[in-house]
Nanobody, 120 residues
Framework: QVQLIESGGGSVQAGGSLRLSCAAS????????MGWLRQGPEKEREEVAT???????TYADSVKGRFTASRDNAKNTLYLQMNSLKPEDTAMYYC??????????????WGQGTQVTVSS
């Protein structure tokens, strides 16, 4: 079982920045494929970014060029740097993890989420 705890959410004006963090338990963090997902009001859950165990990243088209996902395996922590925020980025952001080194489209563990609100 992996526990994930997100932090760093908050309220910001459009054009602003936030940095989300996700602290993971256990000693196998470096092996997991990690991801950030979000769900806005009356929207379906969306995969925002993923980071492989080797650091490879993928991004949703809606955040490319604005968001940067990264990981620090020594600190068991996943990050999401969000710049040039837009009102449509308003959502609950979740950190997620696989139970192994491969990602097939489904994450096995989820955090509780951290709210991001962007005002115009």
């Amino acid at each position: 079982q992996v526990q994930l705890i997100e932090s760093g959410g908050g309220s910001v004006q459009a054009g602003g920045s936030l940095r989300l963090s996700c602290a993971a338990s256990g000693d196998r963090f470096s092996l997991y494929w990690m991801g950030w997902l979000r769900q806005g009001p009356e929207k379906e859950r969306e995969e925002v970014a993923t980071v492989g165990s080797g650091g490879m990243t993928t991004y949703a088209d809606s955040v490319k060029g604005r968001f940067t996902a990264s990981r620090d395996n020594a600190k068991n922590t996943l990050y999401l740097q969000m710049n040039s925020l837009k009102p449509e980025d308003t959502a609950m952001y979740y950190c997620a993890s696989t139970r192994g080194p491969y990602y097939t489209g489904t994450f096995d563990y989820w955090g509780q989420g951290t709210q991001v609100t962007v005002s115009s």
